[in-house]
């Protein structure tokens, strides 16, 4: 890290509940605690009814164990799923709970929307991610069964408009 002049590292995969607060343990008993920080991440098992409520609770515990931050990953939107088996949308209402704990821990939030965009179009002569997804089907989001890029943005958009309270880190410039 010295050598890059990188002077702290920042897990972004930090979990939440007892695996957050082992991961931070580590890095509270390791010579180099002031190098290495955590993000809490969200676990959307279960997602229904009182879910924001109980996931703004869980994300308070995981600041108190030692979370910097938070870190959504790209699965919100895209394949995250309801109770009922119905996708959950960027900007799901269920949601607004936890945004608002976020604005109130004065922590950011990263937030990971989509995949690149030429992962929604067709992989032809014209796409310059062809390649990827000649190679790696599981990169193709053209299909119809999912939600189109720029649906996903609109979501995401929606959610910083609906809290400017909250601090929010749109990965790969937004």
């Not at 709970?97 to 690149?116: M, N």
């Amino acid at each position: 890290m010295d050598a890059l002049n990188l002077r702290v590292l920042n897990n972004l995969s930090g979990g939440s509940g007892e695996r957050l607060r082992q991961n931070v343990d580590a890095i509270r008993k390791s010579p180099y605690r002031d190098r290495f920080t955590v993000f809490a991440n969200l676990n959307f098992a279960g997602f229904a009814a009182g879910w924001g409520a109980k996931a703004a609770a869980q994300l308070e515990q995981d600041i108190k164990n030692g979370a910097i931050g938070l870190k959504i990953f790209k699965d919100l939107g895209m394949t995250t799923r309801k109770a009922d088996g119905s996708r959950v949308a960027v900007d799901e209402p269920m949601l607004d709970a936890f945004w608002a704990a976020c604005a109130r821990l004065g922590i950011p939030a990263f937030i990971h929307t989509a995949e690149p965009q030429e992962f929604f179009n067709q992989p032809d002569m014209h796409n310059e991610r062809w390649l990827d997804l000649a190679l790696f089907g599981d990169h193709r989001n053209y299909m119809p069964d999912k939600p189109k890029f720029e649906q996903l943005m609109t979501e995401r958009n929606n959610v910083f408009h609906r809290n400017p309270k909250t601090t929010f880190i749109a990965a790969h410039f937004g």
